[in-house]
């Protein structure tokens, strides 16, 4: 079965840097695409980053993020990253990637629209 595991979270200084990793098993991986959310708790889990299947040409990103926050992958390492710059206190969350069933492009900004997960890193960006 399908399964992501993400690593990289931890505690870091505002304007800082991380990088997430998110590593994927069970299936030909540069079929699909991927996707990063965060969550804090008792909000929804909100929409960061989307990268296309196969080459990973097509990216799209929450606005809150964008400039600051960028969405790769590795097919040979069957990994999708994220690397985030200029962090700030109100980036601390948990973070997960995620993936989908089927193949295509399809921009997906709810959470219910992906269908696999990772069980998330913590990221805590302190002031």
């Known amino acids: 079965q399908v399964q992501l595991v993400e690593s990289g979270g931890g505690l870091v200084q505002a304007g800082g840097s991380l990088r997430l990793s998110c590593a994927a098993s069970g299936r030909t991986f540069s079929r699909y695409a991927m996707g990063w959310f965060r969550q804090v708790p008792g909000k929804d889990r909100e929409f960061v980053a989307q990268?296309?299947?196969?080459?990973?040409?097509?990216?799209y990103y929450a606005d809150s993020i964008k400039g600051r926050f960028t969405v790769s992958r590795d097919n040979a390492k069957n990994s999708v990253y994220l690397q985030m710059n200029s962090l700030k206190p109100e980036d601390t969350a948990v973070y997960y990637c995620?993936?989908?069933?089927?193949?295509?492009?399809?921009?997906?900004?709810?959470?219910?629209?992906?269908?696999?997960w990772g069980q998330g890193t913590q990221v805590t960006v302190s002031s």
């Open positions: 990268i296309s299947d196969g080459g990973g040409g097509t990216t």
């Open positions: 995620a993936t989908v069933q089927r193949s295509g492009w399809v921009p997906r900004s709810t959470a219910g629209s992906w269908d696999y």
